[in-house]
């Protein structure tokens, strides 16, 4: 086995162990989530709360269909948008950008 693939089989074990559950097009993954930073934004008709934070997924179990940027991912309850996307082909996880979802 190559160290790619070690690094795939050691982080799908800890995400199994130690991921929070985000759902995706319907199915429910298992990843990390950075601690959501949330404040008060400017938006139409006022002030409006905002929040951005990260959601790494391993990439073999988004395959079916790849997030892309606009996407929502639903996590704790609250749908959010997509709006970076970090892929690097020697890394086993999709760094995954969100924010609320303004209309």
Known sequence: MGLREEKAADLA????????????KGQTLQALVSVPTTALALDVGGMAEAADFTIKVMRAAVAFDPPAIGDRIAFRDSDFRINRIGDHPGYP???????????
């Open 93 to 103: 996880l999709l760094v995954l950008s969100v924010t609320m979802p303004h209309e």
């Open 13 to 24: 074990s800890f995400l199994a162990d130690a991921g929070e559950a985000v759902v995706y």
